[in-house]
């Protein structure tokens, strides 16, 4: 059974950082890339960025340039997402996601397949 | 960035009812196209992706068509456990962008 399990609520304070953590099972990490999505309360789907989980090579939203840096330890099948400078916006849920990617048509398509739990950042004075 | 835009936001309906969500693409995204389902209080769930293929596991229901800019989320014989959020979410170039989300209330 293909499993992403996060780490636990944070609360931070403001200009603080955070360290989220997604252990994956059930698979082989390095075949697949990981995305980070994350969700303000009551808001919608924001995507921030992936990790390439064979080269650790990275790719950012540009909104989030500058402050989050996605990193693995393959050794123990563990994704990680560090976002600093937190501000009281950047409040929300937290998913790690893998991509799955095939091939049709000569086209390459990706989507989210799995998906952890989520982990809850409060950012408060 | 390719901008999303689902309509309706929300939509009442009853069990049985036949539901349609629409997702429009700034430019064109082929058929780079998912749909996600989400439950309150639970991670988003795959229900198609590349515009028009069921997820392993989602019931028959649930369909998707479209290319290019204009895509469609049908849910027929709407169920109670169908009553959430559904987001649309181009994957034809970075970053993964998803629309505002479609919630159907009772």
């Known amino acids: 059974q293909v499993l992403l399990v996060q780490s636990g609520t944070e609360v931070k304070k403001p200009g603080a950082s955070v360290k989220v953590s997604c252990k994956a099972s059930?698979?082989?990490?390095?075949?697949?890339?990981m995305y980070w999505v994350r969700q303000a309360p009551g808001q919608g789907l924001e995507w921030m960025g992936w990790?390439?989980?064979?080269?650790?090579?990275?790719a950012y939203a540009q909104k989030f340039l500058g402050r989050v840096t996605m990193t693995r330890d393959t050794s123990i099948s563990t994704v990680y997402m560090d976002l600093s400078g937190l501000r009281s916006d950047d409040t929300a849920v937290y998913y790690c996601?893998?991509?799955?990617?095939?091939?049709?048509?000569?086209?390459?398509?990706?989507?989210?397949?799995?998906w952890g739990e989520g982990t809850t950042v409060i950012v408060s004075s | 960035d390719i901008q999303m835009t689902q309509s309706p936001s929300s939509l009442s309906a009853s069990v049985g009812d036949r539901v349609t969500i629409t997702c429009r693409a700034s430019?064109?995204?082929?058929?780079?196209l998912n749909w996600y389902q989400q439950r309150p209080g639970k991670a988003p769930k795959v229900l198609i992706y590349?515009?028009?293929s069921l997820q392993s596991g989602v019931p028959s229901r649930f369909s998707g068509s479209g290319s290019g800019t204009a895509f469609t989320l049908t849910i027929s014989d709407l169920q109670p456990e169908d009553f959430a959020t559904y987001y649309c979410?181009?994957?034809?170039?970075?970053?993964?962008?998803f629309g505002q989300g479609t919630r159907i209330e009772i």
């Open positions: 996601a893998r991509e799955y990617r095939y091939n049709w048509n000569t086209n390459d398509y990706y989507y989210m397949d799995v």
């Open positions: 059930g698979y082989t990490l390095i075949d697949y890339y």
């Open positions: 990790i390439n989980l064979k080269s650790g090579g990275t």
């Open positions: 430019q064109s995204i082929s058929r780079h």
């Open positions: 590349g515009a028009s």
């Open positions: 979410q181009q994957s034809d170039s970075p970053p993964a962008t």
